[in-house]
């Protein structure tokens, strides 16, 4: 799945401007890697089921990123469910490669930065060390 399809999919979910329709989600999606693009449509997919309910016009995504190597989702509205399904969006973000969806670590680049990534994409990138996440599931 790519992007333009995947936002197709879900765009409704998405958060509008106010008065103009226009979502920045929608405009430039997740700002995440391919890698993790599969379970992040199953999450969308189940939180739609879930919204189908229930009445809540408040409920949007906001953004979904990546942020210090794994999935941040900030989102406003629905219920428990919900919010259980992006926190195990996020939980999964940290042993699935971002990049091509294979199991994956943080790891910390020589550059400084962070990236869950598998071996055979990490060696692709450069020197790395593995930083092992004692809560790496909150
Ligand atoms: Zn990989």
Redesign the pocket.
Known sequence: MDYVEFNKKHRALYERIPGTGISLLSEYGPEVGR?WLPFLDSCFTSVANELATFSDPDFALIEVKEKWGHLNILSRGGNERIDALLAKAEALSHIV?E??G?F?LLRKFENGWYAT??G??AAARGDHDVIWMRNAFR
């Open positions: 890698g490669c990049e091509c294979a994956g990534a598998c055979t994409c």
